[in-house]
């Protein structure tokens, strides 16, 4: 790995696992434990660093000296990638979707405070690039710039988060992650013993279209996997009282935040799946808190 990575990694911080003590799991004999990837870094949280590191090791390697990404006002993964470029002395360019707000986001603000270039652009020319998978693929790349999809998905992010199931010591029946682009679902599934069901849950509305897209990432043919596109409360940045109230209940009992896109849903829809006896008592689940706290900073402010 490449020395300026190794020194960034070494202000990492283990994830460790935990487990939900939670009378319904008692009462339907299930162990539910939480992989705690938030706690990894205070910026480059949860699957960030998981995705993004062998992406960066490469873009090193290969003499890149700007990475160019893409992603919303909000975006967990622009932010992981701004402040790593500046750790890493990496120069990033982010398109941005949508006009450029009056009032910058927080994550904005700390985009351009890292000093991350942000173009922002149409949503149709935002679509566009959703074309251009390679990290030479975007129409007029210069030498030494490397272009990175977005949410990180690309091949090489599924090597990142291989070690997080490396990490797991314990023996499970299920692991379950939220899912944007589905990358960090590949990752997993690719690195999981076929023995282990691995389920994602989806976190936009009718996307369907993720079962393609994580095909797509996997070399092996592996039938141990499935997205549940039930619990997507209206779609990708909707939520609704009962989700933001499960939410604080969860905090008050385990003391852990959960972010309403991705796992505030994951974790609403095992509790609810569990009630509805879709696990085997006996069964233990493990769930990943992919991080993504600083996305929510308006609304938990
Ligand atoms: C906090 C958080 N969790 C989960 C995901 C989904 O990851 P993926 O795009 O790899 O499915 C994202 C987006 O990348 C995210 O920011």
């Not at 490469?58 to 701004?82: E, P, Q, R, V």
């Not at 890493?88 to 000093?115: H, N």
């Not at 997080?164 to 379950?176: F, H, N, P, S, T």
Request: net charge neutral; charged share 20%.
């Amino acid at each position: 790995m490449h020395p300026e990575l190794i020194k960034l990694e070494e202000t990492f911080k283990p994830s460790i696992l935990t487990k939900i003590d939670e009378p319904l799991c008692a009462k339907f004999g299930i162990e539910l434990w939480m992989k705690r990837d938030d706690l990894l870094h205070p910026i480059i949280s949860g699957n960030k660093w998981r995705k993004l590191k062998f992406i960066l090791d490469h873009a090193l390697y290969s003499g890149a000296d700007t990475i160019i990404s893409m992603g919303g006002m909000y975006s967990n993964h622009l932010h992981a990638l701004a402040f790593a470029g500046k750790a890493l002395g990496l120069k990033t360019i982010a398109y941005v979707r949508g006009e450029e707000p009056v009032v910058l986001t927080p994550t904005l603000v700390d985009l351009s405070s890292w000093g991350m270039e942000l173009r922002f652009i149409s949503r149709t020319d935002y679509r566009q690039l959703r074309h251009y998978k390679g990290y030479l693929d975007l129409p007029g790349i210069k030498p030494q710039q490397y272009w990175l999809p977005e949410g990180g998905a690309q091949v090489l992010a599924l090597s990142g988060v291989a070690e997080l199931v490396k990490e797991i010591e314990v023996a499970y029946d299920w692991l379950c992650v939220p899912c944007g682009t589905g990358t960090t679902l590949a990752g997993l599934i690719a690195a999981t013993d076929d023995k282990v069901s691995v389920l994602g849950f989806a976190a936009l509305k009718n996307a369907s279209f993720l079962n393609a897209d994580v095909s797509s990432l996997l070399k092996q043919n592996k039938s141990n996997w499935q997205i549940n596109l039930d619990y997507h409360f209206g779609g990708f940045a909707s939520t609704t009282p009962e989700l933001l109230n499960f939410m604080s209940d969860f905090q008050a009992k385990t003391t852990i935040q959960l972010e309403p896109i991705y796992t505030g849903k994951m974790m609403y829809a095992l509790y609810d799946l569990i009630r509805k006896g879709h696990f085997s008592a006996g069964q233990r689940i493990i769930a990943v808190h992919t991080g993504g706290l600083q996305g929510d900073r308006e609304r938990s402010r």
